[in-house]
Nanobody, 129 residues
Framework: EVQLVESGGGSVQAGGSLRLSCRTS????????IGWFRQAPGKERGGPLC?????????AYADSVKGRFNISSDNPAKTVYLQMSSLKPEDTAVYYC?????????????????????WGQGTQVTVSS
């Protein structure tokens, strides 16, 4: 059974930092790109924030988070991380990790969320002030 489990969410003041984790199981890292989405209160889930490719390669970021968010992975632990800094109130959302069969992170960024293969249940991030 494939599972993606997010953790690390919480409350932080504007300008602060958080690190989210996405621990996976039953999934081969070499076959999937893994990345992050978010859904703000009262809004639809947006497009991919950032992606890491299934093998060594370049990560990809949406303009809204480029320079503030960093995605990384620990392959032996089958875990993907999202380091968030300079957080803004508009970053408040439930953050989800998801996996999709893809050759590159850029390819994954072009895939609609509804077409992603696996999803976690999300973790809440709240940025105040």
């Amino acid at each position: 059974e494939v599972q993606l489990v997010e953790s690390g969410g919480g409350s932080v003041q504007a300008g602060g930092s958080l690190r989210l984790s996405c621990r996976t199981s039953g999934l081969t890292f070499d076959d999937y790109a893994i990345g992050w989405f978010r859904q703000a209160p009262g809004k639809e889930r947006g497009g991919p924030l950032c992606m890491i490719p299934p093998s060594n390669g370049r990560t990809a970021y949406a303009d809204s988070v480029k320079g503030r968010f960093n995605i990384s992975s620990d392959n032996p632990a089958k875990t993907v991380y999202l380091q968030m800094s300079s957080l803004k109130p508009e970053d408040t959302a439930v953050y989800y990790c998801a996996a999709v069969w893809a050759l590159t992170a850029a390819q994954a960024m072009g895939v609609a969320g509804k077409d992603y293969d696996y999803w976690g249940q999300g973790t809440q991030v709240t940025v105040s002030s």
